[in-house]
């Protein structure tokens, strides 16, 4: 997403569009994002209101598979000299990215919430 994701863009960007939709979908669901100032500037919070919201514990990005898998894929980045480069590198990387790396990130939750309630929020082994 060219720019910097404000509360508003990611509200009429992100939210909006495609979150909301997929979630009324989805009953029963529960949708969890990490503490970036986007997701909780008040736009977006006020937008999520009406949807069953899981808080973020504070200094978690253990708990957080994207940041893993961005760890992934930044490990794996080739040097690019333009952004149109840099952008179809990480569509080159995330259609090739492993189903199973994402699997076993998912598999570990369970794992990684425990881990993050024994270090009472704080850093974990993962």
């Not at 893993?68 to 990387?93: F, G, T, W, Y």
């Amino acid at each position: 997403m060219p720019g910097t994701l404000t509360g508003q863009r990611y509200v009429d960007d992100i939210l909006r569009p495609h979150v909301g939709p997929f979630l009324n979908g989805l009953p029963g669901q529960i949708f969890q994002q990490d503490n970036a100032c986007p997701h909780t500037a008040r736009i977006a919070q006020d937008f999520l209101g009406h949807f069953q919201t899981l808080t973020w514990p504070e200094r978690s990005p253990d708990l957080s598979p994207v940041e893993h898998v961005s760890d992934q894929l930044k490990r794996q980045m080739p040097s690019c000299h333009s952004v149109h480069d840099l952008e179809l590198a990480i569509q080159n990387l995330w259609a090739h990215l492993p189903q199973d790396n994402i699997r076993c990130l998912i598999n570990s939750m369970p794992d990684r919430m425990a881990a993050c309630i024994a270090a009472g929020g704080g850093p974990t082994r993962y």
